[in-house]
């Protein structure tokens, strides 16, 4: 018995690095011979350059969450392969697996730059995002915020292109969620680096540097490596309910880490923005000249000026983490001041330093460190109705950002490369294939609102708009084109739904007009 299935699958667009744009493969075709458990893979390589490509078909038997086995493949794979369209690789997958998937990778062996990376962090839109996070964000008092912000990091993580999903769980009445961002990795794709923080606040407070600074700068490195290709996953994560007792990554850490993949370390952003030069302005938990008397020496050198970041790490599985970010940030952003602490043991014994969301990965046993400003030891508007935007230092925060992405990028391994999956739910029919996705952008609008396919190689066949009522008030026919530019001037303020048609597939979007 043999089943041919026709794809249409989302290949990554093509992406710059270092003036020389990576590679795009994209699986048009798979036959799958039952019979003999055989899959025969067509798929299109695409080279700006026109670089010959190395080819690798990687396996998965878990429905696409890892690739772990690199299969032995015939036909158009191995190094020396030319860009061109309707390449052919056959392989045997032996006994029939109850969920089969396949990764075609293409690599064109070009290089990379940390600084070229790094150098893209801008303060002006850490800042820019900030003013729209700061407010109260609780589930009583902001709950209408909260669920904004909620929405927020979705929108930015469905536009960036990557694999999301969100984690609910209840307190009493609310419904909270964690929300995380996934981009996957070239070819250790079960390894994982993880960076973010929680995004609620305190009842009373606009919680601007706690915890508004750890978003955005979460979501900085997402607008920044999203760009890039690495051999290891990157995941972005926000966390709901940290002001509660750390109740979000609590239950993340206990119900939502996936037991084919394995954390290599989290970056906690807890308060990132605060800094002063001030004599004094650092102050210490009591205790801390017992455990760590060289820091304290450090600091009373410096008059303790709170002009630092801490990077707080623990002897039983996160001093190599801490010892990167100390090595791999001081290397690239020299002129950021960075202090390490390490917990004895699983900190269990230094409740200061258990106080963020990188506490439940400690006891977990997964390695994580917290990237702090010190808090209520520095920030004099901590948990008050005055951390406020204006209260913050934005060279500062950029300067910590980019010590985390240079620290990103070299533990999870730039590659120059670009893959296409397709998934199946069971041998025996297709069951699941990756949908199309579109960008619309900016969104809220007041004049123009671009629409664009995230694979340039597809074109918006048609385009409609409709009021949230569902009337058609706009309508254009035959685009033909990968990205459009949607006059919005002549709409009311509200919201509309857009929808689009590519490759036969319908794709709805809601937008707001300004």
Known sequence: MKQTFLLSILAFPLLLFSQNQIPDVEIVNVDNDLNNNELTVTYNLFDAENDECSIVVFLSENGGVTFPWEVMATGDQGSGIPPGMNKVVKFNYGEQMANLAVKILAMDGGSFDIEEIISKIDSNELKNQLSFFQGIRHRVTGAEHLEATKDSIENAFENAGLEWESFPFNLGSYEAKNIEGTLRG???????????????????????????????GMLEALRILKDYRFQKTIKFIGFDLEEEGLDGSIHYTGNNLHPDEDCNGFFDFEMIGYYSNQPGSQSLPTGFEILFPDVLAELEADSFRGNFINVV????????????????????????????????????????????????????????????????????????????????????????????????????????????????????????????????????????LWVETENPHNSIENLKVFDVMGKEIFSSEDVNQPKINLSVEQLVSGAYILQVIVNEQIINKIFIVD
Do not use: C
């Open 313 to 448: 790490g623990n002897t039983e599985n996160s001093f190599e983490l801490q010892n990167s970010f100390e090595t791999i940030g001081k290397q690239h952003v020299p002129d950021l001041k960075i202090i390490g602490l390490s917990a004895p043991g699983t900190g269990v014994l230094t409740p200061d330093l258990l106080r963020s969301d990188h506490a439940p990965f400690w006891l977990a046993g997964l390695p994580a460190v917290m990237i702090t400003d010190g808090a209520n030891f520095r920030n004099p508007h901590y948990h008050g109705p005055n951390d406020v935007l204006d209260s913050l230092n934005f060279t500062f925060m950029s300067k910590v950002v980019k010590a985390t992405i240079a620290t990103i990028v070299e533990l999870a391994e730039p590659h120059h490369a670009n893959y296409d999956i397709a998934v199946f739910g069971s041998t025996v029919g297709l069951n699941e294939i990756k949908k199309e996705r579109i960008k619309v952008y900016p969104n809220p609008a007041s004049k123009g």
């Open 186 to 216: 070239t070819v250790f794709d079960g390894d994982y680096l993880m960076v973010g923080g929680h995004f609620d606040s305190v009842f009373d407070s606009p919680g601007a540097d706690d915890n508004g600074s750890a978003i955005v």
